[in-house]
């Protein structure tokens, strides 16, 4: 599970004097800028300090991380792959750079890269193109023939051209079938309830099992020649292999410099990318939970599963990281106290854990980011997702430190604040406390909420369906919150004063009632977890505390702001949903949850909705940022033994693209 950036737009007040110099300073970590989208370039501090070994580990992690990118582009749509590189041989080809045609289509195959395919990363509809079909059919013409052409050309203007046309990657609309009606490549042939029916036979086969795998995360279903539905299983002589034999030749690389308690740990995730067995992915899982000591860690896999509409198939992503010494000591911290406030959860207390078992929680440097975790990228994770293994063997969870430096950087300056923020005091406590409230945040959503509580006697936990990543990271949430108000947190010295919590308060509502909709296009609906997951908290709060005005709405000179009278009741308030939304979970009522959800996560009121959407324009800053990876190159002397690595910030999201393309593309255009 993962947590991304909450606030779309977080930054310290510009002020007069100092705006120009904050400027200077945003611009020197924004490497590109189109559409929605903002590209920034991370730094990775502390790399040089660390050992050849742990160099060369993160060296071949990183190899490993970039072989799995066309994986994600098939998993998006079963076409993306040949529409890129169809896109990358007409934009390599030509020598023209200029003209309305040829920048919007330039500007059309940066979102693809951004996205991993032709759907948005997070509203999922397919992008609209603004080059005319007749100049793109030209350039086919020209630059496409029988060697380079990835399909049929027709199909190819259809589905670029035609709105209708596999218009979602993800379609979780009540009452149709989210299966067919979503664009993404996880099943193919098969309907909703024959989807369903496949998966809940697998689950009451294994009934009683206190080790249930995870059913169905690792293969794309489907239906062979005789039209029988089967899992076509992602591995080493499967499907996706030849990405895969890459990814298992750069771990078993990294094997040979990692330490023992790693080594064994990659050992175990090559026997799986080989297998395919999911037993055997726990059985990884189990090993690398446990491990806690290793400076150098990483995740590499089929993980989320939050492309999926019914939850069961996991996207492939990949992150390399290094401990942040210094930061860590806040996740410790909490680490240590980590009984305690599971003792003290507003629950029932039925639903609590009793003993909470292999909290471990850190600070991390990411290194290279892949897969669905690039270029955009969360700023928390918590894994494994597996709930035996998180209660049998606890889970690791960590923050992004260098990702919400980034963020926070280039941020600044930029009025935001000064925008949506109405109360003086609310702004001074922001700037003030706004970096460490997030982040402690982060680490109480992913190391403390996620890990939190239990399910009742016979309960899965696949009762909730296409409700259920709402409803866990609105759990995860409601207990961050809960706690950062808790005067505890002050007294173990995480925090100096509870203006910390308020100052997070104050911007959650803020973004979940209001600003986090800039996000979203005129006319739709709220369809991405953690979106849904802030929207309810933030509406169910204001309604429940309407008659004691807790939550305010207030216009100021035509513009509507949202502010917080009482903090103290806020913080009630999101413990009694806590509760609920805990009951739903550990009794997996589906139809409490579904009611949740509908009722305040989902709907956009039309006219505030516009009213942000202008006030976003007007400051010109884009609602979604991510990354350009750094490079490492290996150094070695006369016999050609290694003696160092040399990390390079490349700062051309294009050629970076172009790069990834060519060197690390091993798969068919059509799987
Ligand atoms: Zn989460």
Redesign the pocket.
């Known amino acids: 599970?993962?947590?991304f950036l909450g606030i779309i737009a977080f930054g310290a007040l510009a002020l007069t004097a100092c705006g120009e110099a904050e400027k200077q300073q945003e611009a020197s970590w924004v490497v590109d800028r189109f559409d929605d989208i903002k590209v920034l370039r991370y730094e990775v501090p502390g790399f040089e300090e660390l050992t050849l070994e742990e160099k060369e580990l993160i060296y071949s992690l990183s190899e490993a991380a970039k072989c799995g990118r066309d994986i994600l582009w098939d998993q998006n749509f079963k076409y993306n792959l040949a529409i890129r590189r169809t896109l990358e041989s007409i934009y390599t080809a030509s020598d023209v750079r200029e003209g309305e045609e040829f920048v919007a289509f330039e500007k059309y195959l940066k979102k693809l890269w951004f996205a991993n395919g032709i759907h948005h990363h997070y509203s999922n509809d397919k992008f609209k193109p603004e080059f005319t079909e007749e100049w793109f059919r030209e350039q086919l013409a020209q630059y496409i023939n029988d060697e380079n052409r990835q399909m049929d050309d027709e199909l190819l203007c259809q589905i670029i051209f035609d709105p209708t046309l596999y218009a979602s990657r993800l379609n979780r609309s009540e009452g149709v079938d989210v299966i067919k009606a979503s664009a993404g490549n996880y099943y193919e042939g098969v309907s909703q309830a024959e989807v369903e029916a496949f998966y809940t036979a697998m689950a009451e086969a294994d009934k009683g099992n206190p080790e249930p795998i995870s059913y169905g995360l690792n293969s794309k279903l489907m239906r062979d020649t005789e039209g029988n539905i089967f899992e076509n299983v992602w591995k080493v002589g499967g499907m996706y292999s030849a990405a895969i034999e890459q990814i298992v030749f750069w771990l078993e690389k990294a094997a040979t410099v990692a330490n023992p308690t790693q080594k064994e740990i990659i050992d175990a995730l090559v026997k799986y990318y080989r297998s395919g067995d999911l037993k055997d992915f726990d059985a990884y899982n189990v090993l690398w939970v446990k491990d806690s000591a290793s400076n150098v860690d990483f995740v590499n896999g089929f993980i989320e599963n939050y492309g999926d509409p019914l939850g069961h198939k996991s996207s492939w992503e990949a992150v390399v990281n290094f401990r942040d010494e210094e930061a860590c000591h806040r996740t410790e911290i909490m680490a240590a106290n980590a009984q305690w406030f599971e003792d003290n959860a507003p629950i029932n207390p039925a639903y609590r854990k009793e003993e909470v078992k292999g909290v471990s929680a850190k600070v991390i440097t990411v290194a290279m980011l892949g897969g669905d975790c690039f270029p955009s990228t969360a700023i928390?994770i918590?894994l494994p997702n597996a709930d035996w293994i998180r209660k049998e063997h606890g889970s690791k969870s960590v923050t992004i430190d260098n990702i919400t430096y980034a963020y926070d950087k280039a941020a600044q300056g930029n009025g935001f604040m000064e925008e949506f923020v109405l109360r003086a005091e609310d702004r001074e406590r922001l700037k003030k406390y706004g970096k460490l409230s997030d982040d402690l945040h982060t680490d109480l959503?992913?190391c403390l909420g996620?890990g939190s509580g239990q399910l009742a006697e016979g309960v899965s936990g696949n009762e909730l369906r296409t409700y259920s990543s709402t409803l866990?990271?609105a759990r995860?949430d409601l207990f961050a919150l809960y706690y950062l108000g808790d005067e505890k947190l002050v007294e173990i010295g995480l925090i100096p004063t509870l203006d910390v919590a308020w100052a997070q308060y104050a911007d959650y509502i803020m973004n979940g009632i209001m600003t986090q909709l800039s996000r979203i296009e005129p006319g739709k609906t709220v369809e991405e977890d953690h979106m849904r997951n802030r929207k309810l908290i933030a509406e169910w709060c204001y309604e429940k505390g309407k008659e004691e005005n807790v939550i305010e709405w207030i216009t100021e000179n035509g513009k509507k702001y949202v502010v917080i009278n009482d903090f103290e009741r806020l913080r009630e308030l999101f413990g009694e949903l806590l509760c609920e939304v805990q009951r739903i979970k550990s009794e997996g009522d589906y139809e409490a949850g579904k009611a949740l959800v509908e009722a305040y996560a989902v709907q956009v009121d039309p006219e505030l909705h516009a009213e942000v959407i202008a006030r976003n324009e007007a400051l010109k800053i884009e609602p979604y940022s991510g990354f350009v990876n750094p490079d490492y190159e290996l150094v070695t002397d006369a016999e050609g033994n290694v003696t160092d690595v040399k990390i390079i910030y490349p700062t051309n999201f294009v050629e970076q693209h172009l790069e990834y393309g060519k060197e690390y593309s091993f798969l068919p255009s059509l799987n």
């Open positions: 599970m993962k947590k928390g918590n959503h992913e996620h866990e990271e995860a």
